[in-house]
């Protein structure tokens, strides 16, 4: 099978852009469906909290897909982008799950998601630029970040949404996954200022999110 022409990716990119922010998505795996407990209902102020953690949730994959779309475009090892590319066919699952979770609770995704997407991207490109073992050095840190952040979800997430917290243990082992993978292809560790700024660019992102 012949590869992409540099402008056939660069369409491509653009492709998956558009269909990240504005398409509806479909997973290739079955979300996770645990037993519901009939004894346990969520009160208004648990859907409420519910909705908004998983408004971030799916924020994040819309980043997800951003960064792996920039990083795939950035690198000239087919090997490298090929892993690239099935990490982001595995984060479309993340992305479908927490959409769907998000309509099941009637609640929305945010209003942000194309400024979210073109910052990833950009990041992602800068990654791309320095190399192939930095930027697999970002995958690893970002996926140490979201595999936290997840786990911290599991701490706030009502008891009673089983659905959403089936969906976020997931989520954070397919990202721990993730990172192996990016440590085993020869990821560089960031320098501490960088993984400093990321942590405080995901904080930014993940509060307005929150509410917006």
Not at 49 to 71: D, F, I, K, P, W
Request: proline share 4%; hydrophobic share 45%.
């Amino acid at each position: 099978m012949r590869s992409l022409s540099r402008t056939d990716q660069v369409i491509s990119s653009l492709d998956k852009a558009l269909s990240t922010v504005f398409a509806a998505h479909s997973a290739s795996r079955p979300a996770p469906k645990p037993v519901v407990d009939p004894g346990l209902a969520m009160t208004p102020q648990d859907k409420s909290l519910s909705t908004s953690l998983m408004r971030v949730n799916h924020v994040g994959e819309v980043c997800a897909q951003a960064l792996y779309a920039s990083q795939a475009l950035g690198t000239r090892n087919e090997t490298l982008r090929a892993q690239f590319e099935h990490a982001a066919r595995e984060e479309t699952d993340h992305l479908a799950w927490t959409e769907a979770r998000l309509a099941e609770l009637n609640g929305r995704t945010s209003w942000l998601n194309p400024l979210w997407y073109a910052g990833a991207f950009g990041l992602g490109l800068i990654a791309g630029r320095l190399g192939d073992a930095a930027s697999l050095g970002f995958v690893v840190e970002t996926e140490r970040q979201v595999e936290q952040h997840l786990l911290q979800h599991l701490d706030r997430l009502p008891v009673a949404d089983v659905e959403s917290r089936a969906i976020v243990a997931q989520m954070r082992e397919d990202e721990a996954r993730h990172a192996a993978a990016a440590e085993h292809a020869g990821a560089a560790t960031l320098p501490a200022p960088v993984r400093w700024m990321m942590r405080g660019m995901a904080k930014l992102m993940t509060s307005t999110a929150h509410r917006i």
